[in-house]
């Protein structure tokens, strides 16, 4: 049962233009939603979030966008650094339930 | 200063050992998780603890039990351990006072049983 889907486990962007990730999800009930950015042997990094009561949520070039009646959310990262390859993960929690993507592997070609 | 750490990063051990991966957070924070990050990335809750009571409890094997001495720590100990479980184990930690709530990874231990 997965409540929250990336369904595109790899994304490439060229240095400067803008990256979108897309994360979907089916439980109506999340209080907030979560991006996290991994590098390779290391753990998950908080990176930004959005509460249900709002429809978006920016902190310099990343910005979050909230779709309540799509169950959709996205990350716009412009303009994109070679330094954000990583992979994202989105995460959604409602108490202390988490729920995780798969993640999206993004590549910046410089 | 490491906010969350755990050891060891690397773990190879044969089937039907018991093993254990520590945590331990500098944090201050009053939460603890373990995820598990299996062969398909997915990364999934196991347990968590909120001032040494456990509060989430998914559907895992009784091999695996939780352990927190104090707010700290929480080590994850697995009995009997089977192929099944290579996998990446992630601990993590969290204050309900943060906005979010969000987490705190600590670098993953990569379990490996032969």
């Known amino acids: 049962d997965q409540q929250v889907k990336q369904n595109s486990p790899s994304l490439s962007v060229q240095e400067g233009r803008i990256s979108i990730l897309n994360c979907d999800y089916t439980n109506s009930m999340f209080d907030y939603f979560l991006w996290y950015k991994k590098y390779p042997a290391e753990g998950p990094t908080f990176l930004i979030s959005i509460s249900s009561i709002k429809d978006k949520n920016e902190d310099g070039r990343f910005t979050v966008f909230l779709n309540k009646s799509a169950k959709h959310l996205s990350l716009h990262i412009v303009p994109s650094q070679p330094g954000d390859s990583a992979v994202y993960f989105c995460a959604a929690t409602t108490g202390n339930q988490f729920y995780f993507g798969t993640g999206t592997s993004l590549t910046v070609i410089p | 200063d490491t906010a969350v750490s755990q050891t060891p990063k690397y773990l190879v051990t044969q089937m039907g050992n018991d093993k254990s991966i520590k945590c331990e957070q500098n944090l201050g924070h009053d939460t603890m998780y373990w995820y598990k990050q299996d062969s398909k990335k997915f990364l999934k809750i196991m347990f968590s603890?909120?001032?040494?009571?456990?509060?989430i409890n998914e559907t895992v094997p009784n091999r695996f039990s939780p352990k927190s001495p104090d707010k700290a720590h929480l080590n994850l100990h697995i009995n009997s351990l089977e192929l099944g479980d290579s996998a990446v184990y992630f601990c993590?930690?969290?204050?309900?006072?943060?906005?979010?709530?969000?987490?705190?990874f600590g670098p993953g231990t990569r379990l490996t049983v032969l």
């Open positions: 993590a930690s969290s204050h309900r006072q943060l906005t979010y709530n969000e987490q705190f």
């Open positions: 603890y909120n001032n040494k009571e456990l509060i």
